[in-house]
């Protein structure tokens, strides 16, 4: 399975990006996909997901300013952060929970991370 996320760059504090991730390979279906950051020197954190019924959770720290949403019928999820904030800065990975084919096992799977650069 490979998830491709897109749509990270330098942008100023107060400005908004959009992220994408998009699912493919063999898989039976996706349960949820969302989105992490890492800053330099931190931990990888939770930022958002949703799951394939709508039900979204993110971080009180973008609540309010991040949206996730998904197309599952496309296997791709979104993350619109606005009034975005230097401490935004991080690559951002996207994540997803997946179920194979025929036994239904599930299994997560990474993509390659996206870095989002916040100038004050």
């Known amino acids: 399975v490979q998830l491709q996320a897109s749509g990270g760059g330098l942008v100023q504090a107060g400005g908004s990006l959009r992220l994408s991730c998009a699912a493919s390979g063999d898989y039976f279906s996706i349960k949820s996909m969302g989105w992490y950051r890492q800053a330099p020197g931190k931990q990888r954190e939770l930022v958002a997901t949703?799951?394939?019924?709508?039900?979204?959770n993110c971080a009180d720290s973008v609540k309010g300013r991040f949206t996730t949403s998904g197309d599952f019928a496309k296997n791709t999820v979104y993350l619109q952060m606005n009034n975005l904030r230097p401490e935004d800065t991080a690559v951002y990975y996207c994540?997803?929970?997946?179920?194979?084919?025929?036994?239904?096992?599930?299994?997560?799977?990474w993509g390659q991370g996206t870095l989002v650069t916040v100038s004050s």
């Open positions: 949703i799951t394939s019924g709508d039900s979204t």
């Open positions: 994540n997803a929970d997946l179920q194979t084919r025929i036994t239904l096992k599930n299994f997560g799977s």
